[in-house]
């Protein structure tokens, strides 16, 4: 079985910073691409970043320029730097992994718990 595992949640004043950290375990033989997405309150679940691992990125258009993804391949591993954090940006963040776990598998998508962010004064 995969696990992700995600930390570094918690609460920010606006204009502060976090930085989240996703680690994969279990029986993994390689990942495409990992991601980062968030859900607030009432809305439906958004892509925040994504990373291939050749190290191409996507950013959705409000997180552009604040936000920075980044992965360690050889830790299976995907952070998410936050910076110039708004109100706006409040919401659970989930990682999310493509990966599979032999050569002769195929790939499946599988989901963090989740980590709660705040932004608020």
């Known amino acids: 079985q995969v696990q992700l595992v995600e930390s570094g949640g918690g609460l920010v004043q606006p204009g502060g910073s976090l930085r989240l950290s996703c680690a994969a375990s279990?029986?993994?033989?390689?990942?495409?691409?990992m991601g980062w997405y968030r859900q607030a309150p009432g809305k439906r679940r958004e892509l925040v970043a994504a990373?291939?691992?050749?190290?191409?990125?996507n950013y959705a258009d409000d997180v552009a320029g604040r936000f920075t993804i980044s992965r360690d391949n050889a830790k299976n591993t995907v952070f998410l730097h936050m910076n110039s954090l708004k109100p706006e940006d409040t919401a659970v963040y989930y990682c999310?992994?493509?990966?599979?776990?032999?050569?002769?598998?195929?790939?499946?998508?599988?989901w963090g718990q989740g980590t709660l962010v705040t932004v608020s004064s």
């Open positions: 999310n992994a493509d990966l599979r776990s032999s050569p002769s598998r195929r790939y499946v998508e599988v």
């Open positions: 279990g029986s993994i033989f390689s990942i495409n691409v």
């Open positions: 990373i291939t691992a050749g190290g191409s990125t």
